[in-house]
C-alpha cells in the first residue's frame, strides 16, 4: 500500500487558494483522501465558514487521540512582492514556497499522512480524529468553537488533542506550546467640549485627558510573570484625533490599546481595570470615556504531565531535541481545545508565517510526519 508524502499533500493543500473566509478546495481535498482510508467525514460549515470532522473508529471509544488545524491563510499582499507565486507550491534549493506552507498546511498534511499511513498499517484499539476549521486567521468564531459545539451535541469527544501550529522558532524540536496568553483589546473614546484653541476654558480638551489615560495604562506593571508565563503586557496601539486645524480644540479622541494576559488575570478582571482607570481620568479632567472591550481568549495552561511527556518524547527521538515547555507567542485556537480536553501545540518552524515569500523545508514536513507517527504509536501503544 502507497505511503501518503506529505510534502506532496502539502503542495496540493497550498494549490488551494483557501484565503480566509474561502474554502478554496483544500477541506474538499482532505475529505476525500481521509474518506479513502476509512475515516467518517462531516463538513460542520457554520454562517458560512468551512470545517471538517474526521474520525477513524468508533465513536464509543474510550479513548481517543485528536489534531486540531487549519486549511485557511491569510491574505498575501501585494503579488507583485513575492518571487514565488504565492500559491504555486514551487520547490527551489529544497524549499518549497506559498502562501500557508508554514502556517499551517503542512502540519495539517502532516498529521493527516501520518493518521492514514498509521490506522492502515497497525489500527488502533481507539479513535483517530481531526477537527480541520477554515476560519482561524479571521474572526474564528464560527471555526473550531463550531467543531466543538457540534461535537459537543453529537457525542463525540478528543481525549487529548495536538494542535499542530508553527511552534518552533529556529530549528525543529526547540519548543513546544503548554498554554498560551489571554489577549484582549480595548477601544477608547475620550469627550470632551469643542472650543478656539486661543480660548481653551471654554473648552474640554479630550487630548490631555487621553494622554493622561494612556500614560497610566502603558507604565502600570500588570505583573513581573507566573511560574510558566512571561509577564504580562500593554501596547498602545493607536490614537487618533484627525483633527487638521491648528486653531480648534476637538470635541473627541480615540485609541486603542491590547493586552497579552497571564495566568494572574482573567478577561473581566482587567476590564474592569481598564474601565476604573477610564473613570479615574474622567473625573480629573471633566471628560466623558466610553471604553469597548473585546476579549479575544483567556491565558490557559495544561500543565506538564503526560500528553507534554509524550510529545516530548516523540520529538526528541525524532530530532534529538527535547522541545522546551513554552507559553509565548499569540493566541491560537487551542484557547477553546482546551475547554474540552487536555491540547498541546507541536508544529513547524516558524520563521516565515505570513510573510513574503512564506516557505518550508520540504525535508521538515517529513520530518514532522514521522514525529506525529510516533506520536501516535506510543499514545495508543
Not at 19 to 30: I, S, Y
Amino acid at each position: 500500500m502507497t505511503r501518503i508524502d506529505p510534502a506532496e499533500l502539502t503542495a496540493q493543500l497550498v494549490k488551494c487558494a483557501s484565503v480566509t473566509p474561502v474554502e478554496g478546495g483544500a477541506l474538499v481535498l482532505l475529505q476525500g483522501l481521509l474518506e479513502e482510508a476509512g475515516f467518517t467525514c462531516t463538513r460542520v460549515d457554520r454562517n458560512g465558514t468551512p470545517n471538517l470532522y474526521a474520525r477513524w473508529g468508533d465513536k464509543a471509544h474510550s479513548r481517543s487521540f485528536g489534531f486540531n488545524g487549519h486549511t485557511d491563510v491569510v491574505p498575501i499582499g501585494d503579488e507583485a512582492d513575492w518571487q514565488h507565486a504565492p500559491f504555486g507550491a514551487e520547490i527551489i534549493d529544497g524549499f518549497m514556497y506559498g502562501r500557508g506552507t508554514t502556517d499551517m498546511k503542512s502540519g495539517v498534511a502532516a498529521f493527516a499522512a501520518a493518521a492514514i499511513d498509521y490506522v492502515r498499517e497497525t489500527p488502533p484499539d481507539g479513535a483517530v480524529i481531526l477537527a480541520i476549521t477554515g476560519d482561524e486567521e479571521g474572526d474564528a468564531t464560527d471555526g473550531t468553537t463550531a467543531l466543538l459545539d457540534w461535537m459537543d451535541s453529537e457525542g463525540e469527544a478528543m481525549s487529548v488533542c495536538l494542535v499542530g501550529e508553527p511552534t518552533c522558532p529556529d530549528h525543529m524540536g526547540q519548543m513546544m506550546k503548554i498554554g498560551r496568553r489571554g489577549s484582549l483589546s480595548a477601544w477608547f473614546e475620550v469627550e470632551g467640549k469643542q472650543g478656539h484653541s486661543a480660548y481653551p476654558h471654554r473648552a474640554c480638551n479630550p487630548l490631555p485627558a487621553m494622554a493622561r489615560l494612556m500614560d497610566r495604562l502603558a507604565s502600570h506593571e500588570l505583573d513581573q510573570g507566573t511560574a510558566h508565563f512571561d509577564a504580562s503586557t500593554l501596547a498602545v496601539v493607536t490614537i487618533d484625533t484627525g483633527n487638521p486645524a491648528t486653531n480648534v480644540i476637538p470635541a473627541k479622541s480615540s485609541a486603542c490599546v491590547n493586552i497579552r494576559f497571564n495566568d494572574d488575570h482573567t478577561g473581566a478582571e482587567l476590564s474592569d481595570w481598564l474601565r476604573n482607570e477610564a473613570a479615574k481620568v474622567d473625573a480629573e479632567f471633566g471628560t466623558t470615556t466610553g471604553v469597548t472591550i473585546k476579549i479575544s481568549g483567556e491565558s490557559f495552561l495544561t500543565p506538564p504531565g503526560p500528553l507534554s511527556d509524550l510529545i516530548g518524547k516523540a520529538v526528541e527521538a525524532e530530532t534529538g531535541h527535547m522541545p522546551e515547555l513554552s507559553t509565548t507567542g499569540g493566541t491560537s485556537d487551542a484557547r477553546f481545545v482546551k475547554n474540552h480536553c487536555p491540547v498541546v501545540e507541536f508544529g513547524l518552524v516558524g520563521k516565515t508565517m505570513h510573510a513574503v515569500d512564506e516557505r518550508v523545508e520540504v525535508a521538515q514536513i517529513h520530518q514532522l510526519k514521522a514525529i506525529y507517527t510516533r506520536i501516535l504509536q506510543d499514545y495508543f501503544a
